[in-house]
Nanobody
Framework: QVQLVESGGGLVQAGGSLRLTCTAS????????MAWYRQAPGKQRELVAS???????NYADSVKGRFTISANNAKNTVYLQSDNLKPEDTAIYYC??????????WGQGTQVTVSS
């Protein structure tokens, strides 16, 4: 089995930055795609950014130019650098990975709160 563990969330003022980290552990044989999703209170979970094993990236329109997703394939780790944060970025951020052997798995989530 595999496990995703996130870290790096917290409280930040508007305009500030945070770096989220997610590491896959266990029987990690191959990862197709890793991604970050978020879910704000009363809203559906939405894709924030994704990155493939060939480093192709995709971003939600709301974070383009402010967030950057990157990965260290050797460490089975994905990062989300979040700059110029806004109060509307407040949400629980979830790591997601699609494993060749295990299918899709989710992390437990990390809270990001942006104060105005």
């Amino acid at each position: 089995q595999v496990q995703l563990v996130e870290s790096g969330g917290g409280l930040v003022q508007a305009g500030g930055s945070l770096r989220l980290t997610c590491t896959a552990s266990g029987s990690v044989i191959g990862i197709n795609t890793m991604a970050w999703y978020r879910q704000a209170p009363g809203k559906q979970r939405e894709l924030v950014a994704s990155i493939t094993s060939t480093s192709s990236t995709n971003y939600a329109d709301s974070v383009k130019g402010r967030f950057t997703i990157s990965a260290n394939n050797a460490k089975n780790t994905v990062y989300l650098q979040s700059d110029n944060l806004k109060p509307e970025d407040t949400a629980i951020y979830y790591c997601n990975a699609n494993f060749r052997r295990w299918g899709t798995r989710w992390g437990q989530g990390t809270q990001v709160t942006v104060s105005s």
